[in-house]
């Protein structure tokens, strides 16, 4: 069996808040221009109110969430991507999430990786099926 080619373009999603940003990519793409992309999309008119505002790609970072061995603790850690690396030289895989990381708008420093997990299952109420019909079988002959 021939070894799995890797892809020829990246799915990626980039999420914050309640927000999920879809992106096509090609692997040698930098970080750099996935970040350049999602600030078009942050400056956009359907940016959600929860989400802070930015200005420019230095007012956020992009990380991504560590798995296995380089994650300790049941807090999950992040790490963040340089930006002058490719997406197949920083270890991101196809369909990845990738995680908005703000600055603080007066110090500076990086705020915590905010975002809500949506729901699984949808949880509306399922109508139940019509009644049956009580006059069922042949119809009786009038005078």
Not at 79 to 95: F, P, Q, T, V, Y
Not at 118 to 137: C, H, Q, R
Request: glycine fraction near 4%; hydrophobic fraction near 35%; proline fraction near 10%.
């Amino acid at each position: 069996m021939a070894p799995k080619q890797p892809p020829k373009i990246y799915q990626l999603l980039l999420r914050s808040h309640k927000m999920t940003i879809f992106l096509t990519r090609t692997p040698t793409s930098t970080v750099q221009e996935i970040k350049e992309e999602a600030l078009s999309a942050l400056l956009s008119d359907v940016n959600l109110n929860d989400v802070p505002k930015v200005a420019g790609v230095d007012d956020f970072e992009l990380c991504k969430l560590l798995r296995g061995r380089d994650a300790a603790g049941p807090i999950p850690q992040y790490e963040i991507l340089d930006h002058s690396k490719a997406i197949k030289d920083c270890g991101i895989l196809n369909w990845e999430i990738l995680y908005f990381q703000f600055r603080d708008e007066e110090t500076g420093d990086l705020q915590p990786v905010t975002f809500i997990q949506p729901p699984t299952f949808e949880e509306e109420d399922i109508p139940p099926p019509p009644s049956a019909s009580l006059n069922k079988g042949k119809r009786k002959a009038t005078d």
